[in-house]
């Protein structure tokens, strides 16, 4: 039987993870296979997970403001390797502006804060591959 | 098959595709499996068990770190539960092995059981077959933290650790039937905390209790956090290699590991024809009644279900 697995990861220098936990556990309870990477990942470290794992969405969290340096790394390694047929969602503090970039690079969706676990797990359910 | 010849070749994204085709149990995977089959038994193929929070992640990552810096590459598997309510899954091991992801002569997979008992997903072994036939040296598959019960990790690797921590309970823990019997090697982990020689000393105990055998599992203190033990831990998985092909043993496991995993695979064929034929029975219903009614019991008319 098909699952969607999802990789959750944390890109950067922020120590601050309980967003992904919160998602992390939602996609778990959605009958979802979640695999964490921890704090403080490189693009390079969630790239080779995403490509390891064969994981259908890569959902990255982050809070320090760097998404316009860390963000558009992770999906050109993943392009390189010829896996643009992964979701790729963000979530954290993402001013309007740059999500409107991210999206155009190929961020598939930007959640902010305040979004309902369920919005994210209908999308992802109606998005990936699977 | 593309899929495998790319394996083969060393693509590590086909490699990827097709451990994901045997979780599905897509109907590829058989087809995929029969041509990788040929080109495994290289791999040195080293279980760790043990309960929750022992540090097994952290300790495969340590030897991971040791067989790299000796020049071997190392494929791993690390299995967490799935919940029996969604199917859902937490996969974390891959949290304490982030720094090795990068390292291209490691290929790290995180998977859940989905349904599966005895601390190993249904597909593990299939997984491990893959990863052997990439061309990994060492296959390190971590269990689900395991309580006392779940051993089948005997039947995928030829080298069992066994690790637990201080403090996990007195000596009669150490004398019970079941996890503590399977280890080839035991690990004291997190040595540094109190209690550490009382651990070892009751699992030295416990083993010197039992008939001597020609292989005496060694105990050996570790402290996966700071390395600690590492080099000792992997000389003793080096000699209990040794062991087994000086006596002749690792033909004679492997043998009977072929043997057991057959017997499995017959087993699903046998029983899904069996079940399949039984569901499709016009008794079946009729005999369902007769059993809520009390009128009949379970044996009976499962017999009844046979001779159809």
Redesign the interface.
């Known amino acids: 039987?098909?699952?969607i697995?999802v990789l959750v990861a944390k890109p950067g220098l922020d120590g601050h993870d309980r967003g992904a936990k919160v998602v992390?556990?939602a996609?778990?309870?959605?009958?979802?296979?979640?695999?964490?990477?921890?704090l403080r990942?490189?693009p390079?470290?969630i790239a080779?997970?995403a490509?390891?794992?064969?994981v259908d969405c890569v959902g990255l969290s982050i809070l320090s403001g760097a998404h316009m340096t860390l963000i558009p790394k992770v999906i050109e390694l993943l392009k390189k390797?010829?896996?643009e047929d992964i979701l790729i969602t963000v979530g954290g503090i993402i001013p309007d502006e740059d999500a409107a970039k991210l999206r155009s690079i190929g961020v598939d969706e930007v959640f902010g804060p305040g979004t309902p676990t369920q919005d994210i797990i209908e999308f992802i359910q109606s998005h990936a591959r699977a | 098959m593309e899929l495998v010849k790319q394996l083969l070749k060393g693509d590590k994204r086909a490699c990827a595709r097709l451990i994901t085709l045997v979780e599905n149990d897509d109907p590829q995977a058989r087809k995929a499996l029969k041509e990788i089959y040929p080109h495994t038994g290289h791999a040195h193929i080293i279980g760790v068990t043990g309960p929750p929070g022992a540090g097994k992640s952290s300790l495969v990552d340590k030897l991971t770190q040791f067989y790299r810096s000796h020049e071997k590459t190392v494929g791993i598997i690390a299995v967490d539960p799935s919940s029996p309510f969604t199917g859902g899954a937490l996969l974390g091991d891959r949290i304490r092995m982030q720094e090795r992801a990068t390292d291209s002569g490691v290929f790290i997979r995180s998977m859940g059981t989905r349904g599966h008992m005895g601390g190993l997903a249904a597909c593990t072994k299939d997984a491990i077959k893959i990863l052997d036939a990439f061309g990994k040296d060492v296959i390190i598959v971590e269990t689900v933290g395991t309580g006392q019960d779940e051993v089948d990790i005997i039947r995928a690797a030829d080298t069992v650790l066994v690790v637990t921590m201080p403090s996990l309970g007195d000596d009669i823990q150490a004398i019970k039937a079941g996890i503590l019997e399977i280890g080839d090697i035991f690990v004291v982990n997190k040595a540094d905390l109190d209690y550490a020689d009382t651990a070892v000393m009751e699992l030295e105990m416990m083993l010197d209790f039992g008939n001597k055998k020609r292989w005496n599992p060694p105990v050996i203190k570790t402290i996966a956090s700071t390395e600690k033990g590492i080099d000792t831990l992997a000389a003793a998985i080096d000699s209990h290699m040794e062991f087994l092909k000086k006596e002749g043993l690792l033909g004679e496991n492997r043998r009977l590991k072929v043997e057991m995993e057959l017997l499995e695979v017959l087993n699903q064929y046998i029983t899904k024809e069996i079940l399949e034929k039984a569901k499709k029975s016009e008794k079946f219903d009729d005999l369902i009644d007769s059993i809520v009614k009390r009128k009949i019991d379970y044996h009976t008319a499962a017999k009844k279900l046979l001779k159809h």
């Open positions: 039987m098909r699952k697995r992390a556990r996609l778990r309870d959605a009958g979802m296979e979640v695999i964490y990477t921890g990942q490189t390079e470290q080779e997970a490509l390891q794992e064969d390797n010829k896996a």
